[in-house]
């Protein structure tokens, strides 16, 4: 067997973004769940994201929590020990619906920052 | 392939233990809280697709006393698959492995600790809007 | 048919070491074994392996030849000291390969391997890896063998060795999870099986070693030499018999019976507990039979004293055992032991060269008679005794066939042997008879426990004599349960049973007629050493009514016999 | 009778005959002391000569009789039926292993993914006249990494295995590593490409299924620790700088 830098990164990023996401989800749950009361609207969240700084946070949250979630679920199926060609077929695909996912999440993050829908 | 798939589940009987079950409600929070994030970044896209009233409306619909109760369970879900993300990678990082049974009953407290603490204000922000 | 250079059969530390030794020269050699290499018993030895390194401070002095004399003088005075000098001698070279070979062995402060003290030697000079030397060894064997590439045959099974003319052509082995018989021609066949633990209810040894191994080549008239010989280890867990090594002593433990005493003061005041093993076991038995052991049937291996760290790190897996098999901890409660068969010193009789009468026939490890240990052996010197001579019987055969002229040859002796193995298989399976398997293992264990243990006398021999023939004659009708050829685990302890059977008629024979008492064989009738009479080998061979016995001389051209004392 | 009898439970497979596997009840007698391996060959000497299973020790070191009893993975001998406290015994073959009959496995798959890590010592240098030396501190750190007995309890336990046939398992990780450790050995570049793979460590999740099911106590998970950590070390240098 070959050492596999891809599955190595592939898997050391999952503990890094994890750790990472263990802080942003602090951050996240402590602005929005608990310090923020009653229920948000267009206004409130246009508010908070005048803020470059909680843009940034916001995108790096989107970024490292969609690596996370498509990573994992890629996992699950590597696990399974498919043929190579649906296995790459499959990373493949992952791959690109996450980055799809990040931009859609991008744009509506976009639409709270210039509080004009983007589209 | 089914059984591969959820060999995480089916196994448990094999393997009945505080580890196996962590592993598998590592997997099963996982892809659950995975489903959650494509709808959570669909509903904030409202605002996007329908513009600011549209996801304001949506928000409203969202504070419903039921759907409190699920988003609290959703927090447990966060802070279970966090905390036990803790726990492996401190075993594989930090040579912490012959320790994991008792970093699972240090776990569990903080994650009790947490979630009563967390949902409780959560409630209690809740109760407050509506009174 | 399936051709080797080189078969060697059984895959414990002799066996794999022979193997190595061979592939040095032929890349065609393969190694057949009952289970897995791995699994083999030589896994099961604890204490070490012995050899004059001078490693440890206080054995500066040690050197070779008082190793030697240690061995000879532990052996009664019946090893071959040409035998045992060699054994010593090549100790320390065959001690060194195993560590550049990796294996982990316990280290002394400048990093060297460390030596403990061990019973019946001078000086400590018995290199352990924890009490799982024998363990390490196997498996650092295992890798040398997966890294020289050997081919092995795992879960096979010989049962007939191949003799055509006087020269060895191959033997036929049976492929244990289908049934199926195969033959397999060599050029020269490398006997590594073990001893015959089996024999005896109380024993120390796997339910895989047994005699099949030594009574294969003796039904092919190839004789078994000194088999009366047989040791009781004197400390073995009580109930399971589960080895406690020797290396509890010799780390300090404490032999004590009902009344507290440690007492071997009184039986061997200079070595006490680390007397040889023949010696402990004899007072142990003699302590339960005047009534100072526990339940009649048990002392107290007592460690309590040498401290929870020690226990843990030099004794760990005694530890674990005694917790899994007998719920107690050495480190609070000391261990309740009894003698229990251990090695037999006897085997299949061969020279310096591990050579026997049948050329291309080669034996070493427990199964073979090299007769370095004569009447008794000392704790490490069998796993020792297996890397010399596997190294040895490896590269003698290697020259054999280099010597010599024809090759591929005997098919038709394979082929007939083939033909009398089926037939002889499957009326053991077709066979109605009413004798159970179970009934006959359990009455010749007994008998040999019994009548022919620690301690022998001559009406309980001739009575042992005669069960055993009884239940040679009884074997014939036996019974099975399974009838199938595949996979029949059955058919397998059957025929090991046969074995077992031939192998016991030659020690009690032995036994009865060797009237003195030496090393392990303790006649209550004789109990003095008789040098005048009986300063020779037994040479049992094997004829279709019972065994004959012959007798060989000793080579004694080093030392010179003297009394043995501790 | 007045003994107690215990009931074995034991699957039993034939696959020239059976479609399926299906569980056989068997009655033994209790005695004192027994073991799990025991009443196993009481029943094969007794009562159905036709079940199979491998044993040779008896003492819990050469890991033949490695299988799952009630709800574990153990050795068939070193677990006292007492010690079970249940009257129902039920034996399964270990998992993720091809049922060669009732409970033998095939595990030539095993052997093969072991050898293919090249477990033996690779020494950098000729062999010198003595021993190698190596202090007590750097001999310590193989404690616990050379009592492996490879019964494959872990190999069996772990559910990657049965969803990855190509991963090499927590035994065979394990025997990598305990070379790793070794400070005679000089071929860790090598050990980590052959461990480092799709199918080697980065397969494992830390489940600890591996070290709960050790019957010898001991830490597999913790070795593909150590190696995963060996080659992130590695591997980060050469993404970095190239090479080391």
Same mark, same amino acid.
């Given at each position: 067997m070959e050492r596999s830098p891809f599955a190595m990164w592939g898997w050391l990023l999952q503990r890094v973004t994890g750790v990472l996401l263990v802080i942003g989800m602090f951050v996240h749950?402590?602005?929005?769940?608990?310090?923020?009361?009653?229920?948000?609207?267009?206004?409130?969240?246009?508010?908070?994201?005048?803020?470059?700084?909680?843009?940034?946070?916001?995108?790096?949250?989107?970024?490292?929590?969609?690596?996370?979630?498509?990573?994992?679920?890629?996992?699950?199926?590597t696990d399974c020990n498919l043929k190579p060609a649906t296995q790459k077929t499959l990373n493949y695909l992952f791959g690109i619906a996450g980055i799809l996912l990040f931009f859609y999440g991008f744009i509506a993050l976009l639409t709270f920052h210039y509080k004009v829908p983007v589209i | 392939m089914i059984r591969k798939l959820f060999a995480f589940i089916i196994e448990i009987p094999d393997n009945f233990h505080l580890e196996m079950l962590c592993f598998a409600g590592q997997r099963l929070s996982g892809i659950l809280l995975a489903l959650y994030l494509f709808a959570h970044i669909f509903v904030i896209s409202t605002a996007t697709l329908w513009g600011g009233d549209a996801f304001t409306a949506v928000m409203k619909a969202m504070h419903h006393p039921v759907l409190i109760v699920l988003e609290i369970l959703l927090f447990a879900g966060v802070v279970a698959h966090m905390l036990n993300g803790i726990r492996i990678i401190l075993g594989d990082f930090f040579a912490l492995t012959k320790a994991q049974k008792s970093m699972i009953s240090i776990i569990a407290l903080i994650g009790f600790l947490v979630v009563s603490i967390g949902g409780f204000i959560m409630l209690y922000n809740f109760s407050q809007f509506h009174s | 048919m399936i051709y080797h250079k080189v078969l060697v059969v059984g895959g414990g530390l002799a066996g794999m070491?022979?193997?190595? =030794?061979?592939?040095?020269?032929?890349?065609?050699? =393969?190694?057949?074994?009952?289970?897995?290499?791995? #699994?083999?018993?030589?896994?099961?030895?604890?204490?070490? !392996? /012995?050899?004059?390194?001078?490693?440890?401070?206080?054995?500066l002095h040690d050197s070779c030849e008082r190793h030697g004399f240690d061995t000879i003088k532990g052996s009664d005075f019946l090893a071959d000291q040409k035998a045992s000098m060699l054994l010593t001698a090549e100790a320390p070279k065959r001690i060194r390969e195993l560590e550049h070979w990796g294996c982990p062995f316990d280290r002394t402060e400048e990093g060297k391997i460390a030596q403990r003290p061990f019973g019946g030697a001078g000086f400590p000079r018995t290199c352990y890896a924890a009490d799982k030397t024998g363990h390490v060894i196997l498996h650092v064997l295992y890798e040398q063998l997966v890294k020289h590439e050997?081919?092995?045959? /795992?879960?096979?099974?010989?049962?007939?060795?191949?003799?055509?003319?006087?020269?060895?052509?191959?033997?036929?082995?049976?492929?244990?999870?289908?049934?199926?018989?195969?033959?397999?021609?060599?050029?020269?066949?490398?006997?590594?099986?073990?001893?015959?633990?089996?024999?005896?209810?109380?024993?120390?040894?796997?339910?895989?070693?047994?005699?099949?191994?030594?009574?294969?080549?003796?039904?092919?008239?190839?004789?078994?030499?000194?088999?009366?010989?047989?040791?009781?280890?004197?400390?073995?867990?009580?109930?399971?018999?589960?080895?406690?090594?020797?290396?509890?002593?010799?780390?300090?433990?404490?032999?004590?019976?009902?009344?507290?005493?440690?007492?071997?003061?009184?039986?061997?005041?200079?070595?006490?507990?680390?007397?040889? #093993?023949?010696? %402990?076991?004899?007072?142990?038995?003699?302590?339960?039979?005047?009534?100072?052991?526990?339940?009649?049937?048990?002392?107290?291996?007592?460690?309590?004293?040498?401290?929870?760290?020690?226990?843990?790190?030099?004794?760990?897996?005694?530890?674990?055992?005694?917790?899994?098999?007998?719920?107690?901890?050495?480190?609070?409660?000391? !261990?309740?032991?009894?003698?229990?068969?251990?090695?037999?010193?006897?085997?299949?009789?061969?020279?310096?060269?591990?050579?026997?009468?049948?050329?291309?026939?080669?034996?070493?490890?427990?199964?073979?008679?090299?007769?370095?240990?004569?009447?008794?052996?000392?704790?490490?010197?069998?796993?020792?005794?297996?890397?010399?001579?596997?190294?040895?019987?490896?590269?003698?055969?290697?020259?054999?066939?280099?010597? @010599?002229?024809?090759?591929?040859?005997?098919?038709?002796?394979?082929?007939? =042997?083939?033909?009398?193995?089926?037939?002889?298989?499957?009326?053991?399976?077709?066979?109605?008879?009413?004798?159970?398997?179970?009934?006959?293992?359990?009455?010749?264990?007994?008998?040999?426990?019994?009548?022919?243990?620690?301690?022998r006398k001559k009406d309980e021999l001739k009575a042992a004599l005669d069960k055993i023939k009884e239940l040679i004659q009884r074997y014939k009708n036996l019974g099975l349960l399974n009838k199938n050829r595949k996979c029949n685990q059955e058919l397998m302890w059957a025929l090991e049973l046969e074995g077992n059977l031939l192998v016991d008629e030659t020690v009690v024979a032995g036994a009865l007629v060797r009237e003195e008492s030496r090393g392990s064989h303790s006649r209550t009738d004789f109990p003095k050493r008789d040098d005048k009479n009986w300063l020779k080998h037994t040479v049992a061979t094997y004829s279709s009514d019972g065994v004959k016995l012959s007798y060989k001389e000793v080579d004694t051209s080093i030392y010179e016999p003297v009394e043995r004392k501790y | 009778m007045a003994d107690k009898q215990v009931i074995f439970k034991i699957q039993r497979f034939d696959p020239e005959t059976d479609k399926k596997p299906y569980f056989k009840e068997y009655s033994v007698p209790l005695i004192d002391g027994m073991t799990v391996l025991e009443g196993l060959s009481y029943i094969q000497e007794h009562i159905d000569g036709s079940i199979a299973f491998r044993s040779s020790c008896r003492a819990g070191v050469c890991g033949s009789c490695g299988m799952h009893i009630n709800g574990a993975y153990r050795l068939a001998c070193?677990?006292?039926?007492?010690?079970?406290?249940?009257?129902?015994?039920?034996?399964?073959?270990?998992?993720?292993?091809?049922?060669? @009959?009732?409970?033998?496995?095939?595990?030539?798959?095993?052997?093969?993914?072991?050898?293919?890590?090249?477990?033996?010592?690779?020494?950098?240098?000729?062999?010198?006249?003595?021993?190698?030396?190596?202090?007590?501190?750097?001999?310590?750190?193989?404690?616990?990494?050379?009592?492996?007995?490879?019964?494959?309890?872990?190999?069996?336990?772990?559910?990657?295995?049965?969803?990855?046939?190509?991963?090499?398992?927590?035994?065979?990780?394990?025997? =990598?590593?305990?070379?790793?450790?070794?400070?005679?050995?000089?071929?860790?570049?090598?050990?980590?490409?052959?461990?480092?793979?799709?199918?080697? %460590?980065?397969?494992?999740?830390?489940?600890?299924?591996?070290?709960?099911?050790?019957?010898?106590?001991?830490?597999?998970?913790?070795?593909?620790?150590?190696?995963?950590?060996?080659?992130?070390?590695?591997?980060?240098?050469?993404?970095?700088?190239? @090479?080391?």
């Open positions: 749950y402590l602005y929005l769940h608990f310090i923020s009361k009653g229920h948000i609207t267009f206004e409130i969240v246009t508010a908070r994201l005048n803020s470059h700084w909680w843009v940034f946070f916001d995108i790096c949250l989107l970024a490292i929590i969609i690596y996370h979630a498509v990573y994992g679920l890629l996992g699950i199926l | - | 070491r022979a193997a190595i =030794a061979v592939s040095e020269h032929y890349t065609n050699v =393969a190694l057949l074994t009952k289970i897995y290499p791995v #699994r083999s018993h030589s896994g099961a030895a604890q204490g070490g !392996i /012995n050899g004059a390194l001078c490693n440890n401070p206080r054995g050997i081919k092995t045959y /795992n879960e096979w099974m010989v049962t007939k060795l191949v003799v055509e003319d006087g020269i060895c052509r191959g033997v036929i082995a049976m492929e244990l999870l289908t049934g199926k018989l195969h033959p397999i021609m060599a050029e020269a066949v490398i006997f590594t099986t073990g001893g015959s633990g089996r024999s005896y209810g109380v024993t120390t040894n796997a339910r895989t070693s047994t005699g099949l191994g030594m009574a294969i080549p003796y039904m092919e008239g190839i004789p078994l030499k000194d088999m009366e010989f047989v040791q009781f280890h004197p400390t073995t867990l009580v109930g399971s018999n589960i080895l406690m090594t020797e290396g509890c002593r010799g780390e300090g433990g404490y032999l004590k019976n009902k009344l507290g005493e440690r007492f071997m003061q009184k039986y061997a005041p200079d070595f006490m507990e680390l007397a040889p #093993r023949d010696i %402990v076991s004899r007072c142990i038995t003699t302590e339960i039979l005047e009534g100072r052991g526990f339940d009649n049937s048990y002392v107290h291996l007592d460690l309590t004293h040498l401290g929870a760290h020690k226990i843990i790190t030099r004794l760990p897996g005694i530890r674990e055992i005694c917790i899994n098999f007998k719920g107690i901890d050495p480190i609070t409660q000391p !261990i309740p032991i009894q003698p229990g068969m251990h090695y037999f010193m006897g085997g299949i009789d061969c020279n310096i060269d591990c050579a026997t009468d049948v050329p291309g026939f080669y034996a070493a490890g427990e199964c073979a008679c090299v007769s370095v240990h004569g009447a008794n052996r000392l704790g490490g010197n069998s796993l020792l005794e297996t890397v010399v001579f596997g190294a040895i019987a490896g590269e003698k055969a290697v020259k054999y066939i280099e010597g @010599k002229k024809d090759a591929r040859k005997g098919e038709k002796a394979l082929n007939s =042997a083939l033909e009398q193995q089926e037939s002889k298989i499957n009326n053991l399976l077709n066979n109605q008879g009413k004798e159970k398997m179970p009934d006959i293992t359990k009455e010749m264990s007994e008998t040999m426990l019994k009548k022919v243990g620690v301690f | 070193e677990t006292q039926i007492a010690n079970l406290e249940s009257d129902v015994i039920t034996i399964k073959p270990l998992a993720h292993m091809k049922v060669l @009959k009732d409970l033998i496995v095939d595990l030539e798959p095993f052997w093969e993914k072991y050898r293919s890590v090249k477990p033996y010592l690779i020494p950098g240098d000729p062999n010198p006249e003595i021993e190698r030396l190596q202090t007590q501190d750097e001999r310590e750190d193989l404690v616990g990494m050379i009592d492996c007995i490879l019964c494959g309890c872990c190999q069996a336990a772990c559910t990657m295995t049965g969803t990855d046939e190509e991963y090499l398992g927590p035994a065979i990780l394990f025997k =990598a590593d305990r070379f790793a450790k070794d400070s005679r050995d000089h071929a860790l570049k090598e050990r980590i490409n052959l461990t480092g793979g799709a199918h080697g %460590v980065w397969r494992c999740h830390t489940i600890y299924n591996c070290q709960v099911a050790c019957p010898k106590k001991l830490d597999p998970t913790g070795a593909i620790a150590d190696l995963k950590r060996k080659s992130i070390d590695r591997g980060t240098r050469i993404s970095f700088w190239g @090479k080391i």
